[in-house]
């Protein structure tokens, strides 16, 4: 299974080479940008190929583009009209927001990427079947407009009553849309559990998104470093390598406050997670048969 990073860790960042080239130093073969305006603002064009130019020339590779969730670069400060959710009832808005949507797509003309992971909703919004309507629109139509440059559209389970695991597949249902989905451990974690989400995703698992929480708060925390995550990890890390090359391990965090080394601790990470994936020796086994009794 690849290793990869999402940019998010460093999404309060405009994304610049030096970025990226500290991710490639850390041995990391593969990253997620986090599409955030503040970060990598779709929009400028200089930006992007600037970027580009460096990705040419560069080993690592783009797996995935994290749809934007604001249209400003301030996280939605600018008021409820940033927000982009493709569940939005009124029609032009809708409009606007795929459009804007699209623009970040775009990127892919200068710099390549396989998947756009795309929420359905917001957080905590419930479930409407109207709702179903407004979405099965928009993704019909960027999901066409993704694939003219390569790009194939991937839902993620998100905490609301529109994305967990089981609503995901009934959206697929009754909409016959062909898409695939990105598997977030954390947000999992806060609805119906990492194990039984990830059972009834696991066959249209294409990418993923990996970080801790306290079961409350969707607070990205580092796995196995990070104080306060209680996701079983010595559970998790077998599912996640069950399916082989099929998706790779993308870290998604948030950056923290008090780490000085911020890329040693993400190399700690992954090799904690890969350590906790490594099955048991059967003297391991038969040590905790003997402790169960």
């Known amino acids: 299974m690849d290793l990869a990073l999402s940019t998010h860790l460093f999404v309060n960042h405009r994304l610049n080479v030096v970025w990226l080239e500290k991710i490639w130093n850390a041995g990391i073969p593969l990253v997620e940008i986090f599409c955030a305006r503040q970060h990598l603002d779709y929009r400028d064009k200089p930006q992007i190929r600037e970027l580009g130019h460096w990705f040419r020339d560069s080993q690592l590779k783009m797996n995935s583009l994290h749809s934007p969730i604001y249209n400003d ?5 600018t008021g409820p009209d940033s927000l982009l959710n493709l569940t ?8 606007a927001m795929v459009d804007e949507i699209k623009r970040a797509i775009e990127i892919a003309e200068d710099i390549p990427f396989r998947y756009l ?15 179903l309507d407004y979405a099965f629109t928009c993704l019909e139509e960027l999901r066409l407009f993704a694939g003219a440059r390569g790009v194939s559209i991937l839902l993620e389970n998100t905490p609301n009553k529109l994305s ?4 995901l597949l009934h959206f697929l249902a009754v909409t016959h849309l062909n898409l695939d989905f990105c598997f977030d451990t954390g947000h999992a974690h806060l609805m119906e559990g990492v194990e039984p989400a990830f059972a009834l995703m696991k066959s249209r698992i294409r990418s993923t998104h990996v970080h801790d ?17 209680t996701i079983d990890w010595k559970a998790t890390m077998p599912l996640l390598n069950s399916g082989g090359d099929q998706w790779p391990l993308v870290l998604e965090l948030r950056e923290p406050t008090d780490v000085p080394h911020v890329m040693d601790a993400v ?3 992954f090799a904690r997670l890969q350590e906790a994936g490594v099955p048991p020796t059967p003297e391991e086994l038969e040590r905790s048969k003997k402790n169960r009794k």
Request: net charge negative; charged share 30%.
């Open 164 to 167: 967990s695991a089981e609503r």
């Open 117 to 131: 992971i795309q929420h359905l909703g917001v957080a905590g919004e419930e479930f409407d079947d109207h709702k």
């Open 88 to 95: 939005e009832p009124i029609k032009w808005k809708r409009i």
């Open 267 to 269: 190399k700690q990470t």
């Open 73 to 77: 670069d301030c996280w939605g400060r």
């Open 213 to 229: 929480n306290d079961g409350v708060s969707d607070s990205h925390l580092f796995p196995l470093t990070s104080p306060g995550g």
